[in-house]
DNA sequence: AGCAAAATGGAACAGATATTCCAAATGCGT
DNA sequence: ACGCATTTGGAATATCTGTTCCATTTTGCT
């Protein structure tokens, strides 16, 4: 009863459930309803309670997992967890690998940003939160004027969204330190400031969110973890984990939302 | 050295990081790090798995974990594998489901854009001469000084690149048209000059790119189609088509590129 | 520079988990 | 009802993972 090749993405598992449950004996057909019904939790289980929550023995559920043509638990396991947010085989390692391995070639290199970026695109649906986006959009769409903060690697970003709002005819100001300027004194009460910055956070931008915060001005923060000092001063936070390696960050979630988020406030303005 | 409570939620969790993240080691702020970057991998994670991925021994990560509150890793995997909520469903379901929401609502827009940025990046590997692209690092990467204009939407592409090689220590200039100032006479014989633009072309980029010319200077340009005023100059030509959604650009490609770019004319100086 | 305290790496240990095996039970055809 | 084939339960085993401990290195202070 060798089984053909195991499935190698989870449509394939899927169908492959499908087509096996039909001829199963009795118990390991409840280990295949059960897994039916909550496929996802085979990423966080253990086979022991997997076949608990499916009322048979381990070793019964063990001889499910070779049915479904995986050599053991492990490695059915295996597939959920690698499927699991975006499925990205971690890539500092495997740049780390390409410094190494001395591959330095410019197609070589392009070839892995671009898995790169599209691993942060898949992943960011996950991380941004649909709600903190809407509000992120009534905030700035309600303001007087939209003043945008972002230094370093997160200029590219202030300054598209700079760009994308003024082609919409949203007021806006881009902020920077040229010059060591402070314009905080243009942000008045009605207005909203949008703060981009990751780790490590610039410090001249955490100092205009607080202080604009203090005077009770509204703020949107576009970062990257969940947890940062922004969120203590009130923020509203849009979460955009990128794939980060020393100086090369692709910045293609980040614009993704920024775009999203600009096209919206035009939207939402016109209305 | 035995801290409060473990965190009871996900929430209490971010929070004990942010506070506990400020006064912590060098190994074990790499922990911290990577946990706010990473916190969805622990449900999914072994020790070793997360230890490697940031960089430390497992041993680390478990002081990391006791720091945290918990006994030890198990224990505040629990956590998360309770609360788990599998990454189902997928992506295409997902990307369905923002869809599904209002016209012009934020999370719809994103849904858009990041399809748009996924199709961009597809397309990219096919667009690309990688014979262009090694030519170009070579120019780039012998250059005395990199200069760099890109202006309008293509500002964002040219200020990150400009951040990129001033991290990798590549001597770059960026060039702004603000002030009306023509800074063009800094553009040596022995310089390169790297030209971002998109239809329609801005004429002060042109401009440019004609005058250094004519002194014999080696351009690069990043830009849409292969038919462009800029191939009779002579300049060596990267072509990316971007996938557009309404009037938005989504630079996706052409940040991918920019990005591969830079890392490579880094890495090839420093060879 | 010299000392004490803190942090780190690595290997040894303990515990849990997956996996296998075989005896007992069940179903099925005659 | 009998015997054969299939299925099942449960305990024994092998492997993998978490955890701890201690020698070594680094850091901070006088």
């Given at each position: 009863m060798t089984h053909a090749a195991a499935p190698a993405t989870?449509?394939?598992?899927?169908?492959?459930?499908?087509?096996?449950?039909?001829?199963?004996?009795?118990?390991?057909?409840?280990c295949a309803d059960y897994v039916a019904a909550n496929t996802d939790r085979i990423?966080?289980?253990?086979?022991?309670?997997?076949?608990?929550?499916?009322g048979v023995q381990p070793s019964?559920?063990?001889?499910?997992?070779?049915?479904?043509?995986?050599?053991?638990?492990?490695?059915?396991?295996?597939?959920?967890?690698?499927?699991?947010?975006?499925?990205?085989?971690?890539?500092?390692?495997?740049?780390?690998?390409?410094?190494?391995?001395?591959?330095?070639?410019?197609?070589?290199?392009?070839?892995?940003?671009?898995?790169?970026?599209?691993?942060?695109?898949?992943?960011?649906?996950k991380s941004v939160d649909p709600q903190s986006l809407e509000e992120a959009v009534?905030?700035?769409?309600s303001a007087n004027l939209v003043h945008i903060i972002g230094l370093r690697r997160s200029f590219p970003v202030a300054s598209y969204i700079a760009y994308a709002l003024e082609k919409m005819q949203v007021p806006a100001m881009l902020h920077s330190v040229a010059g060591r300027l402070d314009s905080s004194a243009a942000i008045r009460p009605s207005d909203a400031l949008l703060a981009i910055t990751f780790s490590p956070y610039s410090a001249e931008t955490l100092d205009l969110v607080e202080s604009v915060r203090a005077r009770g001005v509204a703020v949107v923060a576009l970062t990257d973890t969940a947890v940062n000092p922004l969120r203590k001063m009130g923020a509203t936070i849009l979460t955009v984990s990128e794939v980060d390696f020393g100086a090369f960050r692709s910045l293609s979630a980040t614009l993704c939302v920024a775009i999203a988020l600009s096209a919206a406030v035009g939207a939402r303005r016109k209305v």
């Open positions: 989870v449509r394939e598992f899927e169908e492959k459930l499908l087509e096996v449950a039909a001829s199963l004996p009795k118990r390991l057909k409840q990423a966080v289980s253990t086979v022991a309670e997997m076949a608990e929550a499916a019964a559920f063990m001889r499910f997992c070779q049915i479904m043509g995986f050599s053991g638990y492990s490695e059915m396991q295996r597939l959920f967890r690698e499927n699991y947010v975006g499925g990205w085989p971690d890539y500092s390692t495997r740049l780390d690998h390409l410094r190494e391995m001395g591959e330095h070639s410019g197609p070589r290199l392009l070839a892995e940003f671009v898995e790169a970026g599209r691993s942060s695109l898949e992943n960011l649906l009534d905030l700035l769409a």
